[in-house]
C-alpha cells in the first residue's frame, strides 16, 4: 500500500515538473515573438479565419499563373475542362509565404482565375485535397500547416473543408472524432468516402509521424478511426496512396525521422508498400499486407507526388529527392526528374521515357538522302546509341533503366535537344490529368543553401508520349533568394555559397 501511494505521489511531481517545463518554455517563446514584433500563431490564425468571414461576395478575378510555391494541391476539377490549384507555400531565404489562394485554370483559354468565396480557410500547405462531382462537384480539403513569416512557429491544422463549386461556397466541417492536427499525411477519395492516412506534427520541440487510419463520409458527415488488423507501415509522411479498382489501397514510400541524440536527428526514406484490404462483408473492417512492387527499379526517394490515371489503372509519379547524410549535422539531396508509371493491376514500376527513336531515324534518313559528312552522320548515331531500349505495347511507351537525377548544390540543365526535353528534377510539384494529359506545376529545388522555388507548368499526352510542352516557362533564372546574414557573409569571403553545407532536414521533405 506504501509503495503505491509512493508511486502515485512520483507521478503528480512528474506531471507538475513535465507542466512547469511547458510553461517556461511558452513564456520564453512569447518573449522572443515579442522581441521580432511577431503574434502568437493561434492568434494569426484565429484572425485571418475572422476576416476571411467577413467577406461578403464571391468575387472571379482573371489573373497570371500563380506565383511560385510547393506543397500545394493541384488536381483536375470533376466536372469541367479545368485544374485547381489551392495553397502552398514559398520562402525566399529569409520570409516564409503561405496561402490561401484557389485558382482555377480554363485548359481550352490557357487562362487563370482566382476565386475569393465567404468564409474560406486560412492559408495552408502540406495539406491533402480531393475532388469529387457530386452535388455539383466538391473540393475536400484536410490538415496542413501554417508557418509565421520568420519560421519561428508552426502550426498544424486538424480542421475539414469542402467547397461546392457549383455554389461557390466553402463549408468548414467539425465533427468529432477525427485525424489529430497534422501535415504530410495522404488523402484519397473511395466511393463516397474519404481515406487519410500517415502524416507529422512538429512544434519545434518535438515532433511524431504518424500512420493511423481515419475513414470520413461525405453523406453523413462521420469520421471513423479504423483499427486494422496485420502489422501496418511504420508511421510516415510523404508517401504514395492510391486507390484501386477494386476498393483496396496502396501505400508506397514515404520519409520519418528520429531522434539519435539531443539536437541530431537521422531521417528514413522508405521504399515498401502495402495495401489496406477490405473485408467482404464489412466495409468497416481492414487488415494490412505488405506486398512487393515489381518491375523497374529506381532509386529511394521522398516527395514523390502521385496522381491517378481516371480508371485508376495506373498511377504517376514524378521527381522526388533522397537525403544524403555527410555527417550527423550536414546533409544535401539528391534529387530527380523522372517519370514513372505504376500499374495497378499488376503492381508493377516502369520507367517513361518519350517516344525519341522515331525522331532521329527520321533524322538518319534525310542524312542518307544528303550528301553529308562523316562528323555529323556519326553525331546521329551516337546520339541513338545513348537512347534506352524502348517497348511499346500500343498504350505508352517505357523503358527500363537509371533514372536521372541532380545532387543539391548543381543547379539543374535543361538539355538543349528538343526532343530530349524533361521539366527540371523537383521535389512536392504538382500532378494532375485530366482527358489523357498530365500537367505538372511547380515544386522545390535546392541549390546549395538556396531554395529554388519554380512556377512553371508543362504537359505531357500520355498516349503519344512525344513531348513535354511548355506552357509557363521555367523562371529558375529569375528566381529570389535573399538568403541569411551568414550566407551573404560566407559569398563575400569565399566568393560562393558551398553546396553541400546543409543543416539539419528540410520539413517539406516530409510533405
Known amino acids: 500500500m506504501g509503495k503505491k501511494e509512493k508511486g502515485k505521489k512520483k507521478g503528480k511531481g512528474v506531471e507538475k515538473t513535465l507542466a512547469k517545463t511547458e510553461k517556461k518554455v511558452a513564456n520564453k517563446i512569447k518573449k522572443e515573438l515579442i522581441a521580432i514584433g511577431e503574434d502568437d500563431i493561434e492568434t494569426i490564425v484565429a484572425q485571418i479565419e475572422k476576416e476571411e468571414k467577413q467577406r461578403l461576395h464571391v468575387t472571379e478575378t482573371q489573373v497570371d499563373p500563380p506565383s511560385s510555391r510547393l506543397n500545394f494541391s493541384f488536381v483536375s476539377h470533376p466536372n469541367k475542362d479545368q485544374l485547381i490549384l489551392y495553397g502552398g507555400e514559398y520562402f525566399n531565404g529569409q520570409k516564409t509565404y503561405v496561402y490561401n489562394e484557389l485558382f482555377f485554370y480554363n485548359i481550352p483559354n490557357n487562362i487563370w482565375t482566382i476565386v475569393k468565396a465567404p468564409g474560406a480557410p486560412p492559408p495552408r500547405c502540406g495539406h491533402q485535397m480531393v475532388t469529387t462531382s457530386a452535388n455539383n462537384g466538391q473540393l475536400w480539403i484536410f490538415g496542413g500547416e501554417f508557418a509565421s513569416p520568420t519560421q519561428s512557429q508552426f502550426y498544424h491544422y486538424r480542421d475539414l473543408w469542402v467547397y461546392h463549386l457549383g455554389e461557390k461556397k466553402w463549408e468548414k466541417i467539425s465533427p468529432t472524432n477525427g485525424p489529430s492536427a497534422r501535415s504530410g499525411h495522404r488523402m484519397i477519395i473511395l466511393k463516397k468516402r474519404l481515406v487519410v492516412f500517415g502524416g507529422f506534427h512538429d512544434n519545434l520541440r518535438d515532433y511524431k509521424y504518424f500512420n493511423d487510419i481515419h475513414v470520413f463520409d461525405i453523406e453523413t458527415y462521420k469520421w471513423t478511426k479504423v483499427e486494422p488488423v496485420g502489422t501496418p507501415p511504420a508511421p510516415r509522411s510523404g508517401c504514395c496512396m492510391a486507390a484501386l479498382s477494386d476498393g483496396r489501397i496502396l501505400i508506397y514510400g514515404g520519409y520519418s525521422k528520429e531522434k539519435v541524440k539531443k539536437d541530431v536527428d537521422k531521417g528514413c526514406v522508405y521504399t515498401d508498400a502495402f495495401i489496406l484490404v477490405p473485408e467482404k462483408h464489412n466495409a468497416e473492417k481492414f487488415k494490412w499486407q505488405q506486398v512487393k512492387l515489381g518491375g523497374s527499379t529506381f532509386s529511394p526517394r521522398c516527395s514523390m507526388p502521385m496522381v491517378m490515371s481516371p480508371n485508376n489503372l495506373s498511377a504517376y509519379c514524378f521527381g522526388g529527392v533522397f537525403d544524403i547524410e555527410e555527417d550527423e549535422e550536414n546533409i544535401s539531396g539528391q534529387f530527380?526528374?523522372?517519370?514513372?508509371?505504376?500499374?495497378?493491376?499488376?503492381?508493377?514500376?516502369?520507367?517513361?521515357?518519350?517516344?525519341?527513336?522515331?525522331?532521329?531515324?527520321?533524322?538518319?534518313?534525310?542524312?542518307?538522302?544528303?550528301?553529308?559528312?562523316?562528323?555529323?552522320?556519326?553525331?546521329?548515331?551516337?546520339?541513338?546509341?545513348?537512347?534506352?531500349?524502348?517497348?511499346?505495347?500500343?498504350?505508352?511507351?517505357?523503358?527500363?533503366?537509371?533514372?536521372?537525377?541532380?545532387?543539391?548544390?548543381?543547379?539543374?540543365?535543361?538539355?538543349?535537344?528538343?526532343?530530349?526535353?524533361?521539366?527540371?528534377?523537383?521535389?512536392?510539384?504538382?500532378?494532375?490529368?485530366?482527358?489523357?494529359?498530365?500537367?505538372?506545376?511547380?515544386?522545390?529545388?535546392?541549390?546549395?543553401?538556396?531554395?529554388?522555388?519554380?512556377?512553371?507548368?508543362?504537359?505531357?499526352?500520355?498516349?503519344?508520349?512525344?513531348?513535354?510542352?511548355?506552357?509557363?516557362?521555367?523562371?529558375?533564372?529569375?528566381?529570389?533568394?535573399?538568403?541569411?546574414?551568414?550566407?551573404?557573409?560566407?559569398?563575400q569571403t569565399d566568393g560562393s555559397s558551398d553546396s553541400n553545407d546543409q543543416d539539419g532536414d528540410s520539413e517539406m521533405e516530409t510533405n
Open 336 to 491: 530527380f526528374n523522372n517519370l514513372l508509371q505504376l500499374d495497378l493491376e499488376k503492381l508493377n514500376w516502369r520507367s517513361v521515357s518519350l517516344n525519341e527513336r522515331k525522331e532521329i531515324k527520321q533524322r538518319r534518313r534525310k542524312n542518307k538522302d544528303e550528301d553529308v559528312g562523316d562528323d555529323e552522320e556519326m553525331e546521329v548515331k551516337e546520339v541513338e546509341e545513348k537512347l534506352p531500349t524502348i517497348l511499346d505495347d500500343g498504350v505508352f511507351t517505357v523503358t527500363i533503366g537509371p533514372t536521372t537525377s541532380v545532387a543539391a548544390g548543381k543547379v539543374p540543365v535543361i538539355s538543349e535537344i528538343k526532343d530530349n526535353f524533361h521539366p527540371s528534377p523537383r521535389m512536392n510539384c504538382g500532378l494532375a490529368i485530366k482527358h489523357g494529359m498530365l500537367y505538372l506545376y511547380g515544386g522545390m529545388f535546392e541549390d546549395g543553401d538556396r531554395q529554388l522555388t519554380y512556377s512553371d507548368l508543362y504537359s505531357l499526352d500520355l498516349k503519344k508520349l512525344d513531348k513535354w510542352k511548355t506552357l509557363i516557362e521555367d523562371s529558375g533564372a529569375k528566381m529570389e533568394w535573399f538568403g541569411s546574414d551568414s550566407e551573404q557573409e560566407d559569398e
